[in-house]
């Protein structure tokens, strides 16, 4: 499955992880899970396939004889099976591509001659597209639907092992959480920014911070009391986090000070993040209402930009945002 020449397919923008040393993943495991998915099918070729700069790269293949790809070999020819599953993020099943005009330009099938494609997606802990888990065949097949439920099952396997990648369970200890809001706090977030930074550099992937400052926090505390301005606090941390994926890191910075580090592919993340904010803490039965303001940092691969650095941006931009609203 060499490159073909002549193609303009802008490539994925995440790095291969065949080029790093990611030691969070079970190699042998996911070549145990593949060779048991080419049994159970009968299969001539099993794949686990990443999208990534080099286009759609196979990264663990069925150890059979009738396997044509290996892992390394990679692909950006446009119409092959599994660009089209990284592109809907939805299950494809080609039962016969001989009765499809669409895969008449299909190399995977004019070349190498797989009429029968079934692929799901693998997902980033994001929900981001990680890549394929395939099974091609070169007769026509009709998988019976407990077959294509089980290749469901393995392919959760996967994406539970994307998402160890950006696992903090181990870390979140008394020391790194905040006792009233039950986030991390200010050492947690501080400890695991790096290794997190680390893996998204790794990864090629880009990284937001975004910072939140309750607004009239003080005077809420004066009138209402701290009582109140505890379950203020303790709510918006709640819905931060509910706002939040598994692999996003949440924090309470001090105070009513609070931090988020979001995996993003644009800007536009911040804006869909503060819409749902605001959704649902309009749906809280709190008086007074919690307001806040916000501000945010973009954090690219390769930038050597220190906590401090991003944090002055990001309360810039928040402090901006305050005055617009007086």
């Known amino acids: 499955m060499s490159e073909l020449p002549g193609k303009t397919l802008p490539p994925y923008p995440y790095s291969s992880i065949l080029n790093l040393e990611i030691e969070e993943i079970d190699w042998q495991r996911w070549q145990r899970l593949v060779n048991t998915v080419a049994d159970m099918f009968n299969a001539p070729a099993t794949f686990i396939n990443q999208a990534n700069l080099k286009g759609i790269e196979v990264i663990i293949a069925s150890e059979k004889p009738e396997t044509h790809y290996q892992p390394g070999s990679n692909n950006l020819d446009s119409n092959i099976y599994c660009h089209h599953v990284v592109k809907s993020s939805s299950e494809l099943y080609v039962r016969d591509a001989k009765q499809d005009p669409q895969w008449s330009n299909n190399p995977e099938y004019t070349e190498d001659n797989y009429v029968s494609y079934l692929g799901l997606p693998i997902s980033w802990p994001d929900g981001s597209v990680f890549g394929t888990l395939c099974v091609l065949d070169t007769k026509v097949t009709d998988y019976p639907q407990k077959y294509i439920n089980a290749l469901g099952v393995i392919k959760e396997v996967i994406d539970s092992d994307l998402r160890h990648l950006y696992k903090e369970n181990q870390l979140l200890t008394l020391s790194y959480t905040d006792p009233l809001t039950q986030i991390f706090n200010r050492r947690g977030f501080t400890?695991?920014?790096?290794?997190?930074?680390?893996?998204?550099?790794?990864?090629?992937?880009?990284?937001?911070?975004?910072?939140?400052?309750?607004?009239?926090?003080?005077?809420?505390?004066?009138?209402?009391?701290?009582?109140?301005?505890?379950?203020?606090?303790?709510?918006?941390?709640?819905?931060?986090?509910?706002?939040?994926?598994?692999?996003?890191?949440?924090?309470?910075?001090?105070?009513?000070?609070?931090?988020?580090l979001i995996h993003a592919e644009s800007e536009s993340c911040v804006t869909l993040f503060t819409e749902r904010m605001n959704s649902?803490?309009?749906?809280?039965?709190?008086?007074?209402?919690?307001?806040?303001?916000?501000?945010?940092?973009?954090?690219?691969?390769?930038?050597?930009?220190?906590?401090?650095?991003?944090?002055?941006?990001?309360?810039?931009?928040?402090?901006?945002?305050?005055?617009?609203?007086?």
């Open 191 to 260: 400890d695991l920014l790096r290794s997190t930074q680390e893996l998204a550099q790794r990864l090629n992937r880009k990284l937001i911070l975004l910072y939140f400052d309750l607004d009239e926090f003080k005077r809420a505390n004066d009138t209402y009391g701290h009582d109140v301005g505890d379950i203020m606090l303790q709510k918006f941390a709640k819905t931060l986090k509910k706002n939040s994926r598994s692999c996003d890191l949440v924090a309470r910075w001090g105070g009513d000070e609070f931090i988020v």
């Open 280 to 326: 649902l803490l309009a749906q809280q039965q709190i008086d007074p209402p919690i307001k806040y303001s916000f501000g945010y940092a973009v954090i690219r691969p390769g930038d050597k930009a220190e906590l401090e650095e991003l944090l002055k941006l990001a309360d810039d931009y928040m402090y901006q945002n305050k005055l617009s609203k007086k």
